[in-house]
């Protein structure tokens, strides 16, 4: 079971990875943007939760969750945003959830673990 985080700000990004790989215990690898995400998936495919933030250049996290859902639509996508106003579209794309910026870690911890134990 591997996670991606995609988030354009690189301290948000490490420490949201670094989270996670210490209370997931799983392997996860950040992305700086969608577009980058979506290249290693195209080249590789073996990322199985992705926890995205929506505000992004080069491919913003709606549009991510739109290609991302048409070709895994089974694998599970988080969209995380500051603006809740985002919850609605990304239910209606197919997030399987979204947790809204600033978030606590005990919720990202716990949501993660929710998808990770379900996949098992």
């Not at 979506?38 to 991510?64: C, F, K, T």
């Not at 859902?69 to 959830?97: C, D, W």
Request: charged fraction near 25%; glycine fraction near 4%.
């Amino acid at each position: 079971m591997k996670i991606a985080v995609v988030d354009d700000d690189r301290p948000t990004r490490e420490f949201i990875a670094n989270v996670l790989m210490y209370c997931v215990n799983r392997a996860v690898q950040a992305f700086e943007n969608g577009e980058a995400l979506w290249e290693h998936l195209e080249a590789q495919n073996n990322i199985d939760i992705i926890l995205s933030d929506v505000e992004m250049p080069r491919m913003d996290g709606l549009s991510l969750l739109t290609k991302f859902k048409q070709k895994y639509p089974h694998k599970v996508f988080i969209i995380m945003s500051g603006n809740t106003e985002y919850e609605i579209p990304a239910r209606k794309l197919g997030a399987n959830a979204f947790l809204a910026k600033p978030f606590k870690v005990n919720d990202l911890f716990d949501l993660v673990k929710l998808f990770v134990v379900g996949a098992q």
